[in-house]
């Protein structure tokens, strides 16, 4: 790339301090190497938190731009969550590091081919927007396309990019649509009209793309009647409620546990068969550490007859992250070539090291994630990766299950 | 040094494709377009070049639907120009009425290289490049994978199947079909094309397609059919010999 496109250095560390809301707080790093010891890819790292902020103090940022360790960050909040300073770490150091090493052409060619599908396709996976809602077909009573509908309904479900194409998480949407039929709610999809949420793609550094795709669901939301927006998707959640209300686009937004959780007296007569299985919940980063969603995901689990709740080492706020975020869910190949470990494995042997069955999730990322990683982690095999949902439909379902 | 790269959109392959009413065309009502996936190659191929041995790129492309994002992305590249051929459809012209379109552009601009993509998938009367080069009386050098500037010559790298390279050297101006460019098109972040909406603009061009007599006349299109399903012979091997040299008989194999 040429030069010109990049910042005099001594630009840097004002364009850090003002990337995000708080960002100024950088100057109150003490320097104390917590956020690089909490750091999941730390020790591979190169330039974890601390260290780029030593590198911009003197002055030398511009050796950082030419390392691609970066793209190392998951985005998992861990660093933000656990700074003494409580500097942005996340959406302001990291983010906007990435951003300058965007522009300046140095992105894992993996990581391009989402953005560029981001943008052309409004979804990371590179699937027609037109086949979005495919995943509803067969379910009864409908599932309402607001488009074809054409009538209010109290909730807008934004279902996101995995929940919509990925052939695994797709069953989760089917079981998510099945509870909100059976408690009755009126609800509707925006199918081809949603795009992605945008939110992994803007913490990978593309804060245009993001801007781009919120305005097109800003759009689409403004066509319709509705009460409130829920997803089944964290990141979206957070997308919805910290980033899109900046951009003009304010929702009230719950994420479906919250949801379900507010219904839990009319939910629980439901929950009849027992699903006799020791149970871990995972805490999503965007979920728990970002917006402090822990008790009702285990308050859904808890009132299923049968079901066991325990805990695995890392939980609550300090959750270890599945390896999906902030773009990590498109640079497995990177990442693997670089520690030849993922992430998921690290969760998936800390499932099995607290006898765990099922390891419970309430994220998009994470059924593919965490099965994949059981086929190779030793004594996984018998581990089943199950969304929330799932478990809640197949303690409502007596005839065995949803399929 | 001056190149030009010719750009067309295609069919996206991401959509189901439909046939229309007529039977022998695309429904272009429902079909997506995207970049020629070879002429996004030689964009970027003309970057490269560009930031290796200096000089100006132009990007000419004819006019149809999404032509414009794919214009101001190469000038975020680093494009210097571009360049709309108004009055033509890539979707609605042949490549003689697409080459010839652009022969006079060219002629104008007097370029030293002119870009490619080798081919399209929707090609049905050869490639635009080669056609451009007979018209133009222009040397033409198609499969480039790579080049090099070196004493006013161009070093070329062609690849011919089993995995054979040729290197190569042609004197410009010529016109090359570009089969891959040295690195995957690059990805430029949304604000750099939303600055390069802002800093540069699209010159029009109005040219009036002439189609060839000599072009293939479409007497229908449709979907792959099913053929005849297999027949499965059973019984003892000796059986099954028989029947089958029986069968190889009948339709005159044997």
Known sequence: MNSTSMMPKQEYYDAMLHAVQKGERLRLCLECGTCSGICPFGHVMVYPPSRLIAMLRADRFEKVLKTDALWMCVSCYACTAFCPSQIPLTAGLMARTKEELLLAGNVPAELQDALANSQRYGNALGESPRKRADWIGGITPEVKVMAKAKEPVDVLWFVGDYASYHPRVRSTSRAFATILNLLGVSFGILGPEESSDGDSQRLAGERGLFEMLAEKNGKAFGKYEFGSIITTDPHAYNALKNEYPSLGVTYPVQHYTEFLADRLDQLRPMLKREVKAKVVYHDACYLGRVNGIFEQPRALLQAIPGLELTEMAHNHSNSLCCGGGGGGMWLDGFQWEKVHVRLSDLRVQEAVAANAGTLAVACPYETPRFEDAAKTVPGASGLCVKDIAEILVEAVDSEGGQK | ?254
């Open chain 2, 1 to 254: 040094m001056n190149i030009a790269v010719l750009a067309k959109l295609v069919p996206d392959l991401v959509e189901e494709l439909s046939i229309d009413a007529s039977g022998a065309k695309l429904d272009t009502s429902f079909a997506r377009l995207i970049v020629n996936e070879f002429d996004d190659h030689a964009i970027e191929e003309g970057i490269l070049l560009k930031e290796r041995f200096d000089g100006q790129v132009t990007i000419l492309a004819p006019d149809d639907e999404g032509i414009d994002d794919v214009l101001f992305t190469a000038a975020a590249k680093g494009a210097d120009r571009l360049l709309k051929l108004k009055g033509i459809s890539a979707m609605e012209t042949s490549s003689h009425a697409l080459a010839r379109a652009y022969a006079d552009v060219v002629l104008e601009l007097k370029p030293d290289l002119v870009l490619a993509g080798v081919q399209a998938h929707n090609d049905l009367d050869g490639s635009v490049g080669s056609l451009l080069a007979g018209m133009l009386n222009l040397p033409y050098v198609g499969y480039v994978s790579g080049i090099s500037m070196q004493d006013g010559q161009a070093a070329l790298r062609k690849e011919y199947p089993a995995g054979l390279i040729a290197e190569l050297q042609v004197t410009p101006p010529a016109v090359l079909g570009i089969q891959a460019a040295e690195q995957p098109p690059r990805y430029v972040a949304v604000s750099k094309v939303r600055q390069a909406m802002k800093s540069i603009s699209i010159e029009e061009r109005t040219v009036a397609p002439t189609e060839s007599p000599a072009v293939p006349h479409i007497g229908r299109m449709f979907k792959p059919e099913a053929a005849q399903h297999a027949i499965m012979l059973a019984g003892a091997p000796d059986e099954i010999a028989g029947k089958l040299v029986k069968i190889f008989k009948e339709i005159g194999v044997i």
